[in-house]
T-cell receptor
Framework: EAQVTQNPRYLITVTGKKLTVTCSQNMNHEYMSWYRQDPGLGLRQIYYSMNVEVTDKGDVPEGYKVSRKEKRNFPLILESPSPNQTSLYFC????FGRGEETQYFGPGTRLLVL | LAKTTQPISMDSYEGQEVNITCSHNNIATNDYITWYQQFPSQGPRFIIQGYKTKVTNEVASLFIPADRKSSTLSLPRVSLSDTAVYYCLVAMDTGRRALTFGSGTRLQVQP
């Protein structure tokens, strides 16, 4: 089954304690990205990656890091989480091709930073 | 960045047809128009995608006029389970390959 998986699904942490949210896809997609979703603000892109070792900032990259060492994995790293990073996070992957792009989203990770 | 514009919310009743229009005045020649559905605390789910004229699948229809500056998602005979947020998305920032979601349209279906 084609899918994007994220772990953990729920996470409570404290300010300053480094954490990593993993994302994996089994569709051999080149493009992967991370979004955060906050009430009233819709989905905002944090980082994206067009292929292995190629990453770039989205609209709200501050406080986040990513890496893309393998095609299927795209972890999101919060080196020093702060309360304003409390949010619902989604990983997504998609195909390329002549403007026809369909994203597949993971189930989401709900993060609470105290 | 060019953006999409949709109504913030819509209300309907079970069995009615719902049409949600999205404005995308700066759509580029190679861009497709994609609609997603999102339920609370779940990731968005692809509904339908099109380039021009009309596209229909088992879930919805998508109408795109000749100038492509807008599109209309049509949901036939909605049910309570269609209550969700619907996002219109156009791949406008081709240089960055980033995608920008608008605020979406919150559809509430009443019995």
């Amino acid at each position: 089954e084609a899918q994007v998986t994220q772990n953990p699904r729920y996470l409570i942490t404290v300010t300053g304690k480094k954490l990593t949210v993993t994302c994996s896809q089994n569709m051999n997609h080149e493009y992967m990205s991370w979004y955060r979703q906050d009430p009233g603000l819709g989905l905002r892109q944090i980082y994206y990656s067009m292929n292995v070792e190629v990453t770039d900032k989205g609209d709200v990259p501050e406080g986040y890091k990513v890496s893309r060492k393998e095609k299927r994995n795209f972890p999101l790293i919060l080196e020093s989480p702060s309360p304003n990073q409390t949010s619902l996070y989604f990983c997504a992957s998609r195909t390329f091709g002549r403007g026809e792009e369909t994203q597949y989203f993971g189930p989401g990770t709900r993060l609470l930073v105290l | 960045l060019a953006k999409t514009t949709q109504p913030i919310s819509m209300d309907s009743y079970e069995g009615q047809e719902v049409n949600i229009t999205c404005s995308h005045n700066n759509i580029a020649t190679n861009d497709y128009i994609t609609w997603y559905q999102q339920f609370p605390s779940q990731g968005p789910r692809f509904i339908i995608q099109g380039y021009k004229t009309k596209v229909t699948n088992e879930v919805a229809s998508l109408f795109i006029p000749a100038d492509r500056k807008s599109s209309t998602l049509s949901l036939p005979r909605v049910s309570l389970s269609d209550t969700a947020v619907y996002y219109c998305l156009v791949a406008m920032d081709t240089g960055r390959r980033a995608l920008t979601f608008g605020s979406g349209t919150r559809l509430q279906v009443q019995p």
